[in-house]
T-cell receptor, first 112, second 110 residues
Framework: NAGVMQNPRHLVRRRGQEARLRCSPM?????VYWYRQLPEEGLKFMVY????????ESGMPKERFSAEFPKEGPSILRIQQVVRGDSAAYFC??????????FGSGTRLTVV | GIQVEQSPPDLILQEGANSTLRCNFS?????LQWFHQNPWGQLINLFY???GTKQNGRLSATTVATERYSLLYISSSQTTDSGVYFC????????????FGAGTRLAVHP
């Protein structure tokens, strides 16, 4: 069981470019969550998805951010027209239900 | 609103010392987990403990759900214990997402 796989581990983008972050959940987990961690801060919930459905996006910024979890393939967090303030660590977690969340190693996004 | 509060925010220990980290949560929970984020940023799941007591080596945790708090005990601390400890909860009432506390930043000196 490979755990929650996130890639890339590090991503550098220039202001105005698009960032695409990928997350493959643990085998058997159908619930995926994305969190953002700004430097020296805790993790903030962004979005909760199940296959092909967004269940809760209450933590997502209203503009430039989107997430999907297609029937086949990994979950994708997309950030369009990145700005310096988007620089952060983005963590993905998966769970079989409400119990036992497992986190990936994160993607560290740097906007230059 | 629903929230998770951790104390102390910062803690400095000499190697070999014991410590207790506290997590208070504002409402009933379906799930409570303790995580360790190491200096390289990796988030390690320590305990899934919505109630009761669990032990894993030098670490143990106790959650008293009726009084809405959880404690993480670290005994005989080592320098490798340094990092940030997060408590996170899934609150009852349909909130199917982990809400994190702000963390306790631990530094263990040799």
């Amino acid at each position: 069981n490979a755990g929650v796989m996130q890639n890339p581990r590090h991503l550098v983008r220039r202001r105005g470019q698009e960032a695409r972050l990928r997350c493959s959940p643990m085998k058997g987990h159908s619930h995926v969550y994305w969190y953002r961690q700004l430097p020296e801060e805790g993790l903030k919930f962004m979005v909760y998805l199940q296959k092909e459905n967004i269940i809760d996006e209450s933590g997502m910024p209203k503009e430039r951010f989107s997430a999907e979890f297609p029937k086949e393939g990994p979950s994708i967090l997309r950030i369009q027209q990145v700005v310096r303030g988007d620089s952060a660590a983005y963590f993905c977690a998966s769970s079989p239900g409400t119990n036992g969340y497992t986190f990936g190693s994160g993607t560290r996004l740097t906007v230059v | 609103g629903i929230q998770v509060e951790q104390s102390p925010p910062d803690l400095i220990l000499q190697e070999g010392a014991n410590s207790t980290l506290r997590c208070n949560f504002s409402d009933s929970v379906n799930n409570l987990q303790w995580f360790h984020q190491n200096p390289w940023g990796q988030l390690i799941n320590l305990f899934y403990i919505p109630s009761g007591t669990k032990q894993n080596g030098r670490l143990s945790a106790t959650t008293v759900a009726t009084e809405r708090y959880s404690l993480l005990y670290i005994s005989s601390s080592q320098t490798t214990d340094s990092g940030v400890y997060f408590c996170a909860a899934v609150f009852s009432g349909g909130y199917n997402k982990l809400i994190f506390g702000a963390g306790t930043r631990l530094a263990v000196h040799p």
